[in-house]
């Protein structure tokens, strides 16, 4: 299947609806220097920020669902250049502005300082370089011209969590506009542009219309999770989709190489490798052949980190012990394990390990038998990173964009709708600024994803129903 431009009538939904972005981005530029980092918590309009957003998602979300489908085919090239740039304006209205309730890319820009002379971000924390307690002169030095970077690292007694593929990209980004952060943005939107290229790739292949590439590259979550916020999942999805794409091209070693590329941004995408591993494990030379690529090109990315001190100072080691956020799974858990132990270390760490077997069963359920087809392998890819971002001890709204992309190929209503609710996630500073931390763990949690979890339920059983029901007798 080609994509190919062809006139029609412009349909005024589809105008209607990208006004609408347009519009939600613009709103977004407006407010966000009430978020700067200067400003006091107290000040800042959580609140309404949190339920515009919310409503933004929904309204994208939902009305794409009704409209693309019932797009007359000759209007699909225009529009199609019409998703793209709208999104793309929606993105660039970002730049210059500030972000929204994040801090994450200062770690960003001080590691690609760090990277960019030469010295490793995985042997000192932060704070140890800002007091002058650690590092070389050169160190030093770096420390001095990037103070204002350097003051603002959120978590600092804590060395980098990022893996080695990352850090090479914020040293690029470094290299490009030292301390920017436009600058990274640009790089972010490079990655994006790379991304949506392969969504268009994936759905001509599954032969679905091209314009589901809209429930990414228009989904206000990703347009502020990326665009203004800066986190760095697109280069962690660009790898991973090429892995994918390397899947349906039957190139088995080099989705292992982008799987384990993938990795050294985040650890995850190794688990996502098995799954093609498992399915080619018959055939043994081939087999061996991804194995071994991927174990030296794992070597090479890991070493830094292995090479550093595992220690409670090490980011691998306190995400892997202590990070949760806006997850009922692991409240679940938690309650789940609390019939065992008083004790709350040991009742979190057996909840971790009780999500870490649920992930396991889930991961050897998919993989029971050897996919027949490559599209049933890439559909075995999407429930494994759903069922990993459904059972993760933290599901943050970026994180949201792990399933992102793939919901354009599989629009599963539910998970669709978890975009709508994960706004929710920033009314945990409000409620911490009222002292009410509690009402939002034990509370708001809920509100984000008893809907999710509903609405799937809903689905799968009406499916099953659908599946095993009683056929029509033919007239």
């Not at 640009?186 to 679905?208: D, Y």
């Amino acid at each position: 299947m080609k994509l190919k431009i062809a006139a029609g009538p412009f349909p005024v939904n589809w105008i209607t609806l990208g006004i609408f972005v347009l519009v939600s981005a613009l709103a977004m530029r407006a407010v966000a220097p009430a978020f700067a980092y200067e400003a006091p918590f107290s000040e800042m309009p959580i609140l309404g920020f949190v339920f515009a957003y919310m409503f933004s998602a929904a309204v994208v979300a939902f009305s794409l669902l009704a409209m693309i489908e019932k797009t007359d085919r000759p209007n699909i090239g225009y529009l199609f250049l019409f998703i793209l740039i709208v999104g793309t304006l929606a993105r660039l209205l970002q730049f210059g502005t500030s972000t929204i309730i994040e801090d994450d890319y200062y770690r960003y820009l001080w590691d690609g300082a760090v990277v960019s002379i030469w010295h490793s971000p995985f042997s000192h924390a932060p704070l140890d370089v800002l007091n002058g307690t650690a590092g070389s002169t050169e160190l030093q030095d770096l420390a001095k011209r990037g103070e204002d970077i350097l003051s603002r690292v959120n978590h600092p007694e804590i060395r980098t969590i990022y893996p080695s593929v990352l850090q090479a990209i914020f040293a690029f980004s470094h290299l490009l506009a030292p301390f920017d952060l436009d600058g990274w943005r640009a790089v972010l939107l490079l990655f994006e542009f790379g991304i949506a290229g392969l969504i268009l790739a994936l759905l001509l292949h599954f032969q679905r219309s091209p314009l589901w590439l809209a429930l990414y590259w228009w989904n206000p979550l990703v347009i502020k999770e990326v665009a203004n916020s800066a986190h760095m999942e697109p280069v962690l999805m660009l790898p991973v989709l090429l892995a994918v794409y390397a899947i349906v091209r039957l190139r088995p070693i080099w989705a292992s190489v982008w799987f384990v590329i993938a990795a050294g941004v985040k650890v995850w995408p190794f688990l996502i490798g098995a799954l093609v591993w498992r399915n080619c494990f018959y055939d043994r030379p081939l087999f061996l052949k991804c194995i071994a690529v991927a174990c030296v090109i794992t070597g090479v990315l890991f070493l830094p980190v292995v090479l550093s001190s595992l220690d409670q100072s090490s980011g691998f080691v306190a995400f892997a012990q202590n990070w949760k956020a806006s997850s009922a799974a692991i409240l679940v858990a938690e309650w789940i394990t609390g019939f065992f132990t008083t004790d709350p270390e040991i009742a979190s760490g057996a909840a971790r390990l009780l999500l870490g077997v649920a992930l396991l069963a889930t991961f050897v359920a998919i993989c029971a038998r050897p996919a027949v087809n490559e599209n049933i392998l890439i559909r075995r890819v999407f429930l494994m990173i759903a069922a990993l971002y459904l059972l993760a001890p933290s599901q943050t709204p970026w994180y949201f964009i792990w399933i992102a992309p793939f919901l354009c190929l599989f629009p599963v209503r539910g998970l669709i709708l978890a975009g709508v609710t994960l706004p929710l996630h920033y009314l945990f500073f409000f409620f911490v600024l009222h002292d009410q931390e509690q009402v939002y763990r034990q509370g708001v949690v809920w509100l984000i994803w008893i809907p999710v979890w509903a609405l799937l339920a809903h689905d799968v059983l009406i499916e099953r129903l659908r599946s095993t029901g009683p056929k029509d007798e033919p007239a």
